[in-house]
């Protein structure tokens, strides 16, 4: 299994960015996919996804800014963030899993987001 993040950069507070996932070696349509941030000095957080067992949550502090869809044909997840703050700042993973009662076991590379004031 391969996960390929893109789409991170630099970007100013209140901008947008869409973050991509392709996969290959997995079926998203038939796997849970989620995505998750480290920033600075912190723990790396789930940000939009499925938590183990659950269905699709956001983190409090993207809910109603960030979102995250799939593109089957393209076996590829994305993550449409909008309303950028300089508390978004950080590397942005992409990982999937087998099932919905798994843990997250495949990870992409990670992709950096920077957010200025």
């Known amino acids: 299994v391969q996960l390929q993040a893109s789409g991170g950069g630099l970007v100013q507070a209140g901008g947008s960015l869409r973050l991509s996932c392709a996969a290959s070696?997995?079926?998203?349509?038939?796997?849970?996919m989620g995505w998750f941030r480290q920033s600075p000095g912190k723990q790396r957080e789930l940000v939009a996804g499925?938590?183990?067992?659950?269905?699709?949550m956001y983190a409090d502090s993207v809910k109603g800014r960030f979102t995250i869809s799939e593109d089957n044909s393209k076996n590829t997840v994305y993550l449409q963030m909008n309303s950028l703050e300089p508390e978004d700042t950080g590397v942005y993973y992409c990982?999937?899993?087998?099932?919905?009662?798994?843990?997250?076991?495949?990870w992409g590379q990670g992709t950096q987001v920077t957010v200025s004031s």
């Open positions: 990982a999937a899993a087998r099932t919905s009662l798994m843990n997250y076991v495949y």
């Open positions: 070696g997995i079926i998203l349509s038939n796997s849970k």
């Open positions: 499925d938590p183990v067992g659950g269905s699709t």
